[in-house]
T-cell receptor, first 117, second 111 residues
Framework: GAVVSQHPSWVICKSGTSVKIECRSLDFQATTMFWYRQFPKQSLMLMATSNEGSKATYEQGVEKDKFLINHASLTLSTLTVTSAHPEDSSFYIC?????????????FGDGTRLSIL | DAKTTQPTSMDCAEGRAANLPCNHSTISGNEYVYWYRQIHSQGPQYIIHGLKNNETNEMASLIITEDRKSSTLILPHATLRDTAVYYCIVTKDGAGNMLTFGGGTRLMVKP
């Protein structure tokens, strides 16, 4: 079945550091990938929609200059949290769906737990 | 996308069927019902989806009412590993359509 791989699974770093998270579709191509954020005891909140070869679309309230998204190929999207601060600590999750498939589900990575000290 | 309503939590005895309801009274004709679950500290896992017919796969069954305003996810023989938050999501088809997560139902399977 469709597999989405996310790396790293856990990051701990100092305040002010930039952190890059990778999301790969391992056995399918995805023109669109999605980035979500989840705070403790809350549901997933969509941050942005990543489109291959074009600019990402950000949800209201998400700073595009802080959360840089690059979707340079049909199998890879990256999220870079620039100058991270403790309030950026969260669980970041990506998802993807096959590019040409109709009526197919989205598949999620296992998430990246980001802790900023 | 149509909003969904799910109970906050449910308990189920191990080995018994778990029936998780979802109301989506404002669903439109071209919207699908998707079910995902999230086990603690993991990404959501796809379970099943349907448009109007009942569906079954190796994980679960999905029963959609004739008027499509509600559905039930059935785990036929719940195990302890099925303890998770279950999300019912209604969305249009299309690779570019994101999923909007509500609060879900926290299912606790007990020995």
């Amino acid at each position: 079945g469709a597999v989405v791989s996310q790396h790293p699974s856990w990051v701990i770093c100092k305040s002010g550091t930039s952190v890059k998270i990778e999301c790969r579709s391992l056995d399918f191509q995805a023109t669109t990938m999605f980035w979500y954020r989840q705070f403790p005891k809350q549901s997933l909140m969509l941050m942005a929609t990543s489109n291959e070869g074009s600019k990402a679309t950000y949800e209201q309230g998400v700073e595009k200059d802080k959360f840089l998204i690059n979707h340079a190929s049909l199998t890879l999207s990256t999220l870079t949290v620039t100058s991270a601060h403790p309030e950026d600590s969260s669980f970041y999750i990506c998802s993807a769906r096959e590019a040409t498939a109709g009526n197919r589900p989205q598949h999620f990575g296992d998430g990246t737990r980001l802790s900023i000290l | 996308d149509a909003k969904t309503t799910q109970p906050t939590s449910m308990d189920c005895a191990e080995g018994r069927a778990a029936n998780l309801p979802c109301n989506h009274s404002t669903i439109s004709g071209n919207e699908y019902v998707y079910w995902y679950r999230q086990i603690h500290s993991q990404g959501p896992q796809y379970i099943i989806h349907g448009l109007k017919n009942n569906e079954t796969n190796e994980m679960a069954s999905l029963i959609i009412t004739e008027d499509r305003k509600s559905s039930t996810l059935i785990l036929p023989h719940a195990t302890l590993r099925d303890t998770a938050v279950y999300y019912c999501i209604v969305t249009k088809d299309g690779a570019g359509n994101m999923l909007t997560f509500g609060g879900g139902t926290r299912l606790m399977v007990k020995p």
